[in-house]
């Protein structure tokens, strides 16, 4: 069956660094979109950065631009979210998904409705 499985998260402190993986198995995910999400408490949760298949397109929400780097390594099914100079504000489950609906799709959604493949999550915390 499909998986996928997060790690990589911790505590560190603010402009430290943490690179997070989200490891897939059950389906070829180098066809699909893939996504990092994250949800902080008492917020919703939004997206952080999507991978179009074969790279070919990348989204990153505004507050993470410069900072985050979203890649793909399909030989290994495994999706990274490279954190680099993190806030306090970036402090939330962070969470893989995939858009498994629409293979060779080089226009990702941004909604989290949009994705039908969910990773249990890694904790980031990052303090002053």
């Known amino acids: 069956q499909v998986q996928l499985v997060e790690s990589g998260g911790g505590s560190v402190q603010a402009g430290g660094s943490l690179r997070l993986s989200c490891a897939a198995s059950?389906?070829?995910?180098?066809?699909?979109?893939m996504g990092w999400f994250r949800q902080a408490p008492g917020k919703e949760r939004e997206v952080v950065a999507t991978n179009s298949p074969r790279g070919a397109s990348t989204y990153y929400t505004d507050s993470v631009k410069g900072r985050f780097t979203i890649s793909q390594d399909n030989a290994a099914h495994t999706l990274y979210l490279q954190m680099n100079s993190l806030k306090p504000e970036d402090t939330a489950m962070y969470y893989c998904?995939?858009?498994?609906?629409?293979?060779?799709?080089?226009?990702?959604?941004?909604?989290?409705?949009?994705?039908?493949?969910w990773g249990q999550g890694t904790q980031v915390t990052v303090s002053l």
């Open positions: 998904a995939a858009d498994a609906l629409r293979p060779f799709s080089s226009d990702c959604y941004t909604a989290d409705s949009k994705y039908n493949f």
């Open positions: 059950g389906f070829i995910s180098g066809v699909y979109c």
